[in-house]
């Protein structure tokens, strides 16, 4: 009777700290949607409002590495149980870097509406696609991490390819930019940074979704092929 009480208490303490993480899924993706609003209207405001945002994001992680700290300490986890917490701990690690992404952008936002008129013609609306696209692979990512969706995890996978060709395609377009007028070049440079930080955010959740088929199959996917990822599944 006192294992299965143990075993009960372990298990909502597994759920208290799923659900923090999704919590901080939460706050992160909202900082990411404020940050490129703050880009498509050049909102100074909204963008402030990302860097002070910032700080809650990093407590939250501070919050969460110490309750998964204490949780390995007192209940000593074997097996899926010890590689869900690590799973936890690199989940919540990669969030907060995604939310330092979205504090780039917002940092980048602010120091393009400083600088000359000339901004006004380049792509910046044109990232919208690569952060939406961003944007619904963290969502995926978390909703998969919830599940602990192997399907969903590889389906994450194989659509990282296309952030980096968005990626590729809007630096190309800025170099044209820049080369046309060199008054643009500065506010290109913030721009080449806001689609890099996009481009990153999409890594952090191809990275959540390696961590869902560590914690189910045992196996570390880094650098590991498609083809070897799907066999491991079977």
Same mark, same amino acid.
């Given at each position: 009777?006192?294992?299965?009480?143990?075993?009960?208490?372990?298990?909502?303490?597994?759920?208290?700290?799923?659900?923090?993480?999704?919590?901080?899924?939460?706050?992160?993706?909202?900082?990411?949607?404020?940050?490129?609003?703050?880009?498509?209207?050049?909102?100074?405001?909204?963008?402030?409002?990302?860097?002070?945002?910032?700080?809650?994001?990093?407590?939250?992680?501070?919050?969460?590495?110490?309750?998964?700290?204490?949780?390995?300490?007192?209940?000593?986890?074997?097996?899926?149980?010890?590689?869900?917490?690590?799973?936890?701990?690199?989940?919540?690690?990669?969030?907060?870097?995604?939310?330092?992404?979205?504090?780039?952008?917002?940092?980048?936002?602010?120091?393009?509406?400083?600088? #000359?008129?000339?901004?006004?013609?380049?792509?910046?609306?044109?990232? #919208?696609?690569?952060?939406?696209?961003?944007?619904?692979?963290?969502?995926?990512?978390?909703?998969?991490?919830?599940?602990?969706?192997?399907?969903?995890?590889?389906?994450?996978?194989?659509?990282?390819?296309?952030?980096?060709?968005?990626?590729?395609?809007?630096?190309?377009?800025?170099?044209?930019?820049?080369?046309?007028?060199?008054?643009?070049?500065?506010?290109?440079?913030?721009?080449?940074?806001?689609?890099?930080?996009?481009?990153?955010?999409?890594?952090?959740?191809?990275?959540?979704?390696?961590?869902?088929?560590?914690?189910?199959?045992?196996?570390?996917?880094?650098?590991?092929?498609?083809?070897?990822?799907?066999?491991?599944?079977?």
């Amino acid at each position: 009777m006192a294992d299965k009480h143990l075993s009960t208490q372990f298990d909502s303490e597994l759920s208290s700290l799923s659900s923090r993480v999704m919590e901080l899924g939460g706050l992160v993706e909202s900082q990411i949607r404020q940050a490129i609003d703050s880009l498509a209207n050049f909102n100074e405001e909204a963008a402030r409002q990302v860097v002070e945002n910032e700080a809650r994001v990093n407590q939250m992680e501070v919050d969460i590495d110490r309750e998964l700290s204490s949780v390995i300490a007192r209940r000593q986890p074997t097996a899926r149980d010890l590689r869900l917490l690590m799973a936890i701990s690199k989940t919540t690690a990669n969030l907060e870097r995604v939310g330092d992404e979205a504090e780039r952008i917002a940092r980048m936002v602010r120091s393009i509406i400083g600088k #000359s008129g000339a901004v006004r013609a380049l792509p910046a609306n044109e990232l #919208s696609v690569a952060a939406d696209l961003a944007s619904a692979q963290l969502r995926k990512a978390l909703d998969a991490f919830a599940r602990l969706d192997t399907r969903s995890a590889v389906a994450i996978l194989k659509e990282d390819d296309l952030l980096d060709q968005e990626f590729d395609g809007f630096v190309r377009k800025l170099i044209t930019y820049m080369m046309e007028d060199p008054r643009t070049i500065s506010s290109s440079l913030d721009l080449l940074f806001v689609a890099k930080a996009i481009e990153r955010i999409g890594d952090h959740a191809k990275n959540i979704a390696e961590f869902i088929i560590y914690v189910v199959k045992g196996a570390d996917v880094r650098h590991t092929s498609m083809e070897d990822i799907e066999s491991a599944l079977r």
